[in-house]
């Protein structure tokens, strides 16, 4: 009985909270972003999925420094990044512009929104792989969900900077979120955070980086994420092609395979 006992105390401790706490603090920023857009308070609504990736990102990393990390937080994880990273994306976007095109509009929605949803269960599928994909763990297979719903953004993220004369175009906003939805679902390698690891002379510099960075994003905030974004489209290409070659050289680096002994009288 005392034994059951400890075990419900466990499974209800602080640690083990605190990251399905934030996953769930990002889900309701990616729905408040859905309610700005509703009131055409824009620039609001593109700061709340912001703080979605920003939460999204961090809950992973402090379960795993905690050691709290579990199935359901997975699963919590991604039902979330469906909602704030697949639908509000969507939403927002044909409200912004894609609301003139009709159905056709809201079908180009429906589009990145489900793929979003088949990305997602991809990955859940992998988490249980005996056998994952080589450099599995410092690549992603396709675009991430957070990534991809700010590369959906991008022309209106770019809006508050350069204006919307062009940027909300139907075409262009069409075309985006095909394109941003086919690089979910594909197996194209992108950077993964996890191949970040930085050695204590060079972590000096990256806080100082991340400082400037923090205060270009305070002080101009939507120049910031723009060149954010762009950057990160810019990356995958540079990915895909190093994925290559250090697949190529992890394959030279592994010992030729055993050949058949042919008096085995084995048939091949």
């Known amino acids: 009985m005392a034994r059951l006992r400890r075990r419900r105390v466990s499974a209800l401790s602080i640690n083990r909270m605190i990251p399905n706490a934030l996953t769930l603090l990002a889900l309701c920023a990616g729905l408040t972003a859905v309610r700005m857009a509703l009131q055409d ?3 609001v609504a593109v700061g ?3 703080v979605a990736m920003l939460l999204d990102g961090l809950d992973g990393r402090i379960a795993r420094l905690m050691g709290a990390t579990s199935e359901f937080g997975a699963q919590l994880d991604s039902l979330s990044d469906v909602i704030a ?11 912004w512009t894609l609301s003139d095109a009709g159905g056709l509009g809201w079908a180009f929605c429906l589009v990145f929104a489900a793929c979003c949803a088949l990305r997602l269960a991809r990955f ?3 988490l249980g792989e005996e056998n994952p994909q080589p450099l599995a763990s410092r690549y992603f297979v396709g675009v991430p969900a957070p990534c991809a719903a700010g590369l959906a953004l ?17 075409l262009l906003n069409i075309l985006t979120l095909l394109a941003v939805a086919i690089l979910m679902v594909s197996q194209v390698p992108t950077y993964s955070a996890k191949r970040i690891k930085l050695r204590l002379p060079h972590r000096r ?15 101009e905030p939507w120049i910031t994420v723009t060149l954010v974004g762009l950057l990160y489209l810019g990356s995958i290409p540079v990915a895909a092609m190093q994925y290559r070659r250090e697949v190529a050289a992890a394959a030279l680096e592994q010992p030729p395979a055993a050949q058949d002994d042919p008096d085995s009288g084995e048939d091949a």
């Open 48 to 50: 709340a999925v912001v």
């Open 154 to 170: 991008l022309p209106l993220t770019m809006s508050f900077v350069f204006g919307d004369s062009i940027l909300r175009s139907d």
């Open 205 to 219: 510099i990256a806080m100082v980086g991340l400082v400037v960075f923090a205060a270009f994003l305070i002080s």
């Open 85 to 95: 990273f697949g639908v509000t994306p969507a939403v927002m976007i044909y409200l």
């Open 41 to 43: 308070r824009w620039e």
């Open 124 to 126: 859940n599928a992998a």
